[in-house]
T-cell receptor, first 115, second 110 residues
């Protein structure tokens, strides 16, 4: 199993550009989520999904869109990049077999810089 | 909204000394998880606590969940250089929204 994979590893955008961060998992996990981590801070939940076709907002959803058309993939779209979105983005997945009581497996992260 | 605070933010210890980080939630949690993140890496799951007053041990690591399920702690006995990293707690109040603490960055001096 590759686990949770994220692409790209690094990205530089100009203000106003849009892009999609890719996340995929091969563990047949129901639950997937996106976090951002800013320097010296914890992880903040952007969006999450409890299964294909179901998504919901986290703590900091503004400026981001998600969709979950398959169990494996959970892309994160930046609609119009802003410097405040400069951060490291982590995707995570969890089996969610027993409702919330499962560890989250994190991908390696995408380091995004918005100029 | 729900907030999870961790103290201290930073801790430097001599190798062999003990280390403790504390996690406090503004609301009652249904469960709490602990993660470790090495510098430049991604968070890695350590453990999950579910029951009030629960204590779990993993070798030199001891995890506790408070009686009121609003606080938790991680204690490392006799730290080693391999313990270096940032330790995060993450809790949820019964939804799928995990709230992470601010983290405690541990440095171990050899």
């Amino acid at each position: 199993n590759a686990g949770v994979t994220q692409t790209p590893k690094f990205q530089v955008l100009k203000t106003g550009q849009s892009m999609t961060l890719q996340c995929a998992q091969d563990m047949n996990h129901e639950y997937m989520s996106w976090y951002r981590q800013d320097p010296g801070m914890g992880l903040r939940l952007i969006h999450y999904s409890v299964g294909a076709g179901i998504t919901d907002q986290g703590e900091v959803p503004n400026g981001y869109n998600v969709s979950r058309s398959t169990t494996e993939d959970f892309p994160l779209r930046l609609l119009s990049a802003a410097p405040s979105q400069t951060s490291v983005y982590f995707c995570a997945s969890s089996p969610a077999r027993t409702r919330l009581r499962d560890e989250q497996f994190f991908g390696p992260g995408t380091r995004l810089t918005v100029l | 909204g729900q907030q999870v605070m961790q103290i201290p933010r930073y801790q430097h210890v001599q190798e062999g000394e003990d280390f403790t980080t504390y996690c406090n939630s503004s609301t009652t949690l249904s469960n709490i998880q602990w993660y470790k993140q090495r510098p430049g890496g991604h968070p890695v799951f350590l453990i999950q606590l579910v029951k009030s007053g629960e204590v779990k041990k993993q070798k030199r690591l001891t995890f506790q969940f408070g009686e009121a399920k609003k606080n938790s702690s991680l204690h490392i006995t006799a730290t080693q250089t391999t313990d270096v990293g940032t330790y995060f707690c993450a809790g949820t109040s019964g939804t799928y929204k995990y709230i992470f603490g601010t983290g405690t960055r541990l440095k171990v001096l050899a």
